[in-house]
């Protein structure tokens, strides 16, 4: 599983925003080009009352759908991006998220039994050095890799812990940032339908890195393009 969830978190794109994107809102006719504020990565293009601000990357020199950030690693746009992750050589975005989150879990369990499996060796090294069943040099190997393990073990815990708050409130690592000031997050749709616009609608495919159709065509989330939003939250 470790090795399936890895594979699929490598190779499978996160999310590229299609050439020459626009917001539907620009594709009726809305002028949205009569003022730009813009940095050197991105410009906001501000609509008619009651539309929402339009966003366009500088450096793509295309549109910037919905949650949608600039990679300065992939040097491209990536939808939904969380981080540029260097373990997996890949962004982490709208399309492999699921897979990353059972990556991490993976390997989380892995290191766990691994840590329960090199206990007794743990132990063994502050016995009597007459009880050993190994050599001192294998005993103090077997104690620095129970040491190891148990520390890759608790990192592994609190970042799966971050990524699972991350999941239930329907934000991103970036996100996080920008939301500071907000008084309630768009987004954020309760944590059963947050759940599902990540792992999909099918629990017995929650802990696969796969997803049914009927969610592929149905979950506009798995696609990073469009996002279902709250209608009472406020900014």
């Not at 608790?154 to 409130?169: D, K, Y």
Request: charged share 20%.
């Amino acid at each position: 599983m470790i090795i399936w969830c890895y594979l699929m978190v490598v190779f499978t794109d996160p999310g590229a925003v299609p050439e020459n994107w626009r917001h539907a809102s620009e594709e009726d006719g809305i002028d949205v080009n009569s003022r730009i504020i813009s940095d050197n990565w991105d410009a906001t293009y501000p609509t008619s009352e009651g539309q929402r601000a339009q966003r366009y990357c500088s450096r793509c020199q295309n549109g910037k759908p919905p949650r949608c950030h600039h990679c300065s690693v992939c040097n491209r746009c990536v939808l939904k991006m969380d981080h540029h992750c260097v373990w997996v050589v890949n962004c982490v975005g709208a399309r492999n998220y699921k897979y990353f989150l059972l990556f991490l879990v993976y390997t989380f369990v892995e290191t766990v039994l691994d840590t329960l499996v090199l206990l007794p060796y743990f132990i063994e090294f502050f016995q009597d050095e007459g009880s050993h069943s190994s050599s001192p040099g294998d005993i103090a190997i077997l104690f620095l890799a129970f040491v190891l393990n148990l520390a890759f073990a608790l990192s592994l815990l609190c970042f799966i812990g971050m990524h699972a708050s991350l999941v239930t409130r329907n934000t991103t690592s970036i996100e996080v940032h920008e939301r500071r000031n907000l008084v309630s997050w768009k987004y954020d749709l309760g944590w059963r339908k947050n759940l599902e616009q990540v792992f999909g609608t099918k629990k017995l495919l929650w802990f696969l890195p796969l997803y049914s159709t009927e969610d592929l065509h149905n979950i506009g989330a798995l696609h990073g393009l469009e996002f279902p939003t709250r209608s009472d939250a406020v900014v």
